[in-house]
């Protein structure tokens, strides 16, 4: 499969587990939307339960049988008898009115975080109108949410939170670098934080094409440098191969991740060792847009838009 503009158009909004510190209750959010944790439905109350089949029953799975699993349990809403699946229905199909189908209490973080990934997807803000304030801390902003669908930074001073205003407003900024390829901004953002600054890089690098600039990524004596430097170059080359210098298991298997998720090809998947990365690669290509995995030390990257 080939890398259309609008899958090589992504962008980190989450990159490390720093970052990931730092908005924990976004990602913890789109979580309970994608992962396969999910409650079980029937008529009358929705129960607790897990979708996860132990490893050792799978581990012969090839994505291509992956793909084809996903296929036969998400093609409908009338078949669903989890959350989950209506979640990946509303955000493979684009359509936010599925969201509504969940099974949850009226005013539900669940079906908010539907609301959000569909809206950031589609990049259509007013879907972002359908959020509930929830008068929680794990609260979805709607003006982040239209911040993100939209891509426009004057909605980020808009958001109570001090800390998420900022991280907003970083995460807009980066999309300046990259659609103007100015890296002065990549540098300004990385003064106090690594991370901001090699994700600038790298998206700077796939919005371009221009596997130099990844390049701007030092490979010193800091290993996140040097992971991020090869996991940059992989991608804007759609190579794989790349990949295989990286010393640790772990390392591999989120490149090959994120090349197969660029490259939207599901073949790629099959070099990933460890197999809940493996399905994770499988299920963000058939959704249409990566996921973060809370508690892991390896994250997925986030979509947004193209130019």
């Known amino acids: 499969m080939r890398c259309n503009s609008e899958i090589r158009a992504i962008s980190f909004l989450l990159i490390d587990e720093k970052i990931l510190y730092m ?26 339960t897990t979708t996860t089949i132990p490893i050792e029953s799978k581990t012969g799975l090839s994505a291509e049988e992956m793909w084809q699993d996903l296929q036969s349990k998400f093609s409908d809403t009338s078949d669903c008898m989890y959350i989950d699946c ?15 189908e969940i099974p ?38 709607k003006n982040y949410c239209k911040a993100l669908a939209s891509r426009d930074i ?35 953002l990385g003064v106090e934080h690594l991370d901001y600054k090699n994700s600038c890089y790298i998206k700077v690098a796939l919005f371009s094409n221009d596997e130099k600039i990844c390049d701007n990524i030092p490979t010193n004596e800091i290993l996140a440098n ?30 090959f991740n994120k090349v197969a998720y660029v490259k939207q090809d599901i073949s790629i998947c099959d070099k990933i060792e460890r197999y809940f990365i493996k399905q994770e690669c499988v299920d963000e290509i058939f959704v249409g847009i990566p996921f973060d995995c809370m508690g892991c030390n390896d994250l997925r990257e986030e979509i947004y838009h193209s130019k």
Do not use: H
């Not at 999910?38 to 929705?46: A, E, M, P, R, T």
């Not at 907003?168 to 659609?179: E, I, P, Q, S, W």
């Not at 991608?235 to 640790?248: I, P, R, T, W, Y």
């Open 104 to 141: 949850a209490p009226t005013k539900s973080p669940v079906r908010n975080s539907c609301y959000f990934t569909v809206a950031v997807k589609t990049k259509n803000q007013s879907v972002c109108e359908n959020i509930e304030n929830l008068g929680t801390y794990d609260d979805i902003d």
């Open 23 to 48: 908005n924990k209750f976004i990602i913890l959010l789109l979580l309970i939307t994608i992962v396969f944790t999910s409650g079980c439905l029937n008529q009358k109350k929705l129960e607790t």
């Open 226 to 255: 040097k992971i991020a430097n090869i996991e940059c170059k992989a991608m804007v080359k759609e190579d794989s191969s790349v990949c295989e210098v990286l010393d640790s298991v772990v390392n591999r298997d989120n490149c």
């Open 86 to 100: 209506f979640s990946k229905i509303a955000i493979r199909t684009n359509n936010y009115k599925v969201c509504e």
């Open 154 to 188: 004057s909605f980020c001073k808009e958001i109570p939170s001090e800390d998420f205003k900022e991280y907003c407003n970083r995460n807009l900024l980066m999309d300046t670098a990259a659609k103007t390829g100015n890296l002065t901004i990549c540098e300004q």
